[in-house]
C-alpha cells in the first residue's frame, strides 16, 4: 500500500473518530492528510463512501490486532479482558475525550444510510468479536458461550466509550471492566 494512500486513510480515520461521518469532508482529508487532491481520487474513485469502508475496516483491524496483543499479556480471561478495557478507558481520558473509535461514530450516523459503510461496520465489529472470542476459547469457555460474550464485550466496551466521551469521564468504561471481571470469572 502506498504511504500516501495509507495516509489517507489514517487520516480520515483520526477525523471520523473526532468528528464523525457528517462532519468529515473530503477537502478536508486532502488538507489534514497532506496528499495532493488528485491522489484522493486516484485511490479512491468512489469517493467518500469508498475511502470511509476501507478506513473503518482498516480500523477494525487495527483495533482487532491491538486487542488480540492486549489479551495476550494475561492467562486469565476475565483479568486480561478487566484490564484491556482500563486501558481504553485511560486512553479517553488522556485524549480529553475525543478518541475511542472512528467506527462507533461511522457505525451509528451511516447505519440506514449507507450499505457498503453499513457492511464494513459490520466486518469491523466482527474482527473484534473474534479477538475477544479467541481468548475465551483459549480459556477454556465453550464455543457457543465464548461467542456470545464476544458480542457482549464489544457491546458493552462500545457503549461505555459512548457514555465516556458524554461524560467526560472514564467511570463508565471503568464500570464496564470492573463488572465484565466479575462475570467472566464466574
Do not use: W
Request: charged fraction near 20%.
Amino acid at each position: 500500500m502506498s504511504n500516501t494512500r495509507e495516509q489517507i486513510l489514517q487520516t480520515t480515520c483520526g477525523l471520523m473518530e473526532k468528528q464523525g461521518y457528517h462532519g468529515t469532508g473530503l477537502n478536508e482529508i486532502v488538507k489534514e492528510s497532506g496528499a495532493p487532491k488528485g491522489s484522493l481520487y486516484h485511490y479512491f474513485p468512489e469517493g467518500k463512501e469508498q475511502i470511509t469502508s476501507e478506513a473503518v475496516l482498516q480500523s477494525g483491524k487495527l483495533t482487532a490486532t491491538r486487542i488480540q496483543n492486549g489479551l495476550s499479556e494475561n492467562s486469565n480471561a476475565a483479568k486480561a479482558i478487566h484490564d484491556f478495557v482500563l486501558n481504553i478507558a485511560h486512553h479517553v481520558e488522556a485524549s480529553e475525550f475525543a478518541a475511542g473509535s472512528p467506527l462507533t461514530s461511522v457505525a451509528m450516523e451511516t447505519a440506514t444510510k449507507s450499505e457498503r459503510i453499513n457492511a464494513a461496520c459490520r466486518e469491523a465489529y466482527s474482527l473484534l468479536e473474534t479477538a475477544f472470542k479467541e481468548k475465551l476459547l483459549e480459556c477454556g469457555f465453550t464455543k457457543t458461550k465464548a461467542e456470545e460474550l464476544g458480542t457482549f464485550i464489544t457491546a458493552a466496551v462500545e457503549g461505555g466509550i459512548i457514555l465516556s466521551r458524554t461524560y467526560h469521564s472514564g467511570d463508565p468504561l471503568r464500570m464496564v471492566a470492573k463488572h465484565l471481571k466479575v462475570l467472566l470469572s464466574q
